[in-house]
């Protein structure tokens, strides 16, 4: 939409403009009438921010408009932004709260119940339409959590046949993490235990009853969607978002895109960079906010393995600006729960424990990149940031807040971290 200077032009919800969403299916494939809403943006640089467990459109439009509010008046006089909001499917628990996002109170206590309230089953429907049934019996037997540990069993057959369901998933990645073919009350007892430890659940002893497992069983339904957005976000991103914003810079050459994702977000826009050409120029920076991927991502060699790359080896170049990847200690979700499942997707050598090959980089920044500089918040926002490769900055100092059971993972919205993607995309005063 063009901006000409009346309220209207913001888009519904968003407080600064010219704003439009762009809206993609699980398969990566583009809302037309997005699409053609977001060439019509007039601007020298284009702000492209990719949500991430945010399931509704409402959710989405809120954390944009929180994101982008402090922009206009950071960005320099010859600089017109535009704002995208690119909106794909995924699901947030009510239980994984978003910091000033969620009323006080609104949410349930910590460990309070393994039970899926109504909103929460009726994202779930949308997020695996077709599967009522299933979906049904696991609301039912979370809800009653029965004793036998046939029960436990019998959920994670059904939350299998969940993952089996996400058609993404044969094309992308044709073998089912360990997790769902485990026994299920090894898995839901790990589970458990990382979710005590992070705050979200009673601690589990050795000889408690099956009862005591049912939170693992619920953390197992998560751990489900979250493989499913892991999937859906890299088709998005090669065969959504990075198309439409390749073949948009071909017509306006002139236009600068700043790319910026938080959480699963961060893997759409890290993914678009493989639908750059080489020698394009139209990606100007790269902000990563609590990415939830892979810290070895960008690496040529992995260190424990020196015969392989990471899913992205390498592309930062493509990337006309640094890629700055922003992580805090406080974010639980990738602190304990992203290196456990990792883990537990192809690792023999037990449940528990922290090994650096399941690292996120928004838990510990960008891993095995020569020549990566470490940043605190503080130091990059005084000194700056370098013009090109990849930069990880601890971002613990503003992103700190946050309950269980993922902490301070979806607390992003600062006018620090405005400034670093100002900083990264040379726009500022």
């Given at each position: 939409?063009?901006d000409?200077?009346g309220?209207a032009?913001?888009?519904?919800?968003i407080g600064?403009g010219p704003?439009?969403e762009l809206?993609?299916?699980?398969q990566?494939?583009?809302?037309?009438?997005?699409?053609a809403?977001?060439s019509r943006?007039e601007?020298t640089?284009?702000l492209?921010?990719?949500?991430?467990?945010?399931?509704?459109r409402s959710t989405s439009t809120?954390?944009f408009d929180?994101?982008?509010?402090?922009f206009?008046?950071l960005?320099?006089a010859?600089v017109?932004?535009g704002?995208?909001?690119?909106?794909?499917?995924?699901?947030r628990?009510?239980?994984?709260?978003?910091?000033d996002f969620d009323p006080?109170?609104a949410?349930p206590?910590?460990?309070?119940?393994?039970?899926l309230d109504?909103?929460?089953r009726?994202?779930?429907?949308?997020?695996?339409p077709?599967?009522?049934a299933?979906?049904d019996?696991?609301?039912?037997l979370?809800a009653e959590?029965p004793e036998?540990?046939?029960?436990?069993d019998?959920?994670?057959?059904l939350?299998r046949?969940?993952v089996d369901?996400?058609?993404?998933?044969?094309?992308?990645?044709?073998?089912?993490p360990?997790?769902?073919?485990?026994d299920t009350?090894?898995?839901?007892?790990?589970?458990?235990?990382?979710?005590?430890?992070?705050?979200?659940?009673?601690?589990?002893?050795?000889?408690?009853?099956?009862?005591?497992?049912w939170?693992?069983?619920?953390e197992?339904?998560?751990?489900?969607t979250?493989?499913?957005?892991k999937?859906?976000?890299?088709?998005?991103g090669?065969?959504g978002?990075?198309?439409?914003?390749?073949d948009l810079?071909g017509?306006r050459?002139a236009?600068?895109?700043?790319?910026?994702?938080?959480?699963?977000?961060a893997?759409?826009?890290?993914?678009?960079?493989?639908?750059?050409?080489d020698?394009?120029r139209?990606?100007?920076?790269?902000?990563?906010?609590?990415?939830?991927f892979?810290?070895?991502a960008f690496?040529?060699?992995?260190p424990?393995?020196?015969r392989r790359?990471?899913?992205?080896a390498?592309l930062q170049r493509?990337?006309?600006g640094?890629?700055?990847?922003?992580?805090?200690?406080?974010?639980s979700a990738?602190?304990?729960f992203?290196?456990?499942?990792s883990r537990m997707?192809?690792d023999?050598a037990?449940l528990?424990?922290f090994?650096?090959?399941?690292?996120?980089v928004?838990?510990?920044?960008?891993q095995?990149v020569?020549?990566?500089?470490r940043?605190?918040?503080?130091?990059a926002?005084?000194?700056?940031l370098?013009?090109a490769g990849c930069?990880?900055?601890d971002?613990?100092?503003?992103?700190?807040?946050g309950?269980?059971p993922?902490?301070?993972?979806?607390?992003i919205?600062?006018?620090?971290?405005a400034r670093?993607?100002?900083?990264?995309?040379?726009m500022?005063r």
């Amino acid at each position: 939409m063009v901006d000409d200077g009346g309220a209207a032009a913001f888009g519904d919800g968003i407080g600064v403009g010219p704003y439009q969403e762009l809206t993609f299916d699980a398969q990566g494939d583009v809302d037309p009438a997005t699409r053609a809403a977001v060439s019509r943006i007039e601007a020298t640089d284009l702000l492209v921010f990719a949500h991430g467990w945010n399931s509704d459109r409402s959710t989405s439009t809120r954390l944009f408009d929180r994101f982008f509010a402090p922009f206009p008046e950071l960005v320099g006089a010859g600089v017109r932004l535009g704002y995208v909001g690119v909106v794909w499917p995924s699901i947030r628990f009510p239980d994984e709260p978003i910091p000033d996002f969620d009323p006080h109170g609104a949410l349930p206590a910590a460990g309070a119940g393994t039970a899926l309230d109504d909103a929460t089953r009726a994202a779930l429907g949308v997020f695996w339409p077709g599967r009522e049934a299933e979906l049904d019996r696991v609301a039912a037997l979370l809800a009653e959590q029965p004793e036998p540990l046939s029960a436990l069993d019998g959920f994670g057959a059904l939350v299998r046949r969940l993952v089996d369901a996400d058609p993404v998933g044969a094309a992308v990645a044709p073998e089912v993490p360990a997790v769902f073919v485990r026994d299920t009350v090894e898995v839901c007892r790990a589970l458990a235990e990382a979710l005590a430890e992070a705050g979200g659940a009673p601690a589990v002893a050795l000889g408690d009853g099956p009862r005591a497992l049912w939170s693992g069983a619920k953390e197992l339904l998560r751990q489900a969607t979250y493989y499913e957005m892991k999937k859906r976000a890299g088709v998005v991103g090669e065969h959504g978002l990075g198309p439409v914003l390749t073949d948009l810079a071909g017509r306006r050459p002139a236009l600068r895109v700043h790319l910026v994702g938080h959480s699963f977000g961060a893997r759409v826009v890290s993914f678009s960079l493989r639908a750059v050409p080489d020698g394009a120029r139209h990606v100007k920076s790269l902000t990563l906010l609590q990415g939830a991927f892979s810290h070895y991502a960008f690496s040529e060699r992995l260190p424990h393995d020196r015969r392989r790359g990471g899913a992205l080896a390498g592309l930062q170049r493509r990337v006309d600006g640094p890629v700055v990847a922003c992580h805090s200690a406080h974010d639980s979700a990738l602190r304990v729960f992203y290196p456990l499942a990792s883990r537990m997707a192809g690792d023999s050598a037990g449940l528990l424990g922290f090994d650096e090959r399941w690292g996120a980089v928004g838990h510990d920044g960008v891993q095995a990149v020569p020549g990566a500089p470490r940043l605190s918040l503080e130091a990059a926002l005084r000194g700056g940031l370098p013009e090109a490769g990849c930069v990880s900055v601890d971002a613990g100092s503003v992103v700190c807040r946050g309950g269980a059971p993922s902490g301070a993972h979806s607390d992003i919205c600062h006018e620090e971290l405005a400034r670093i993607v100002v900083g990264a995309g040379r726009m500022g005063r």
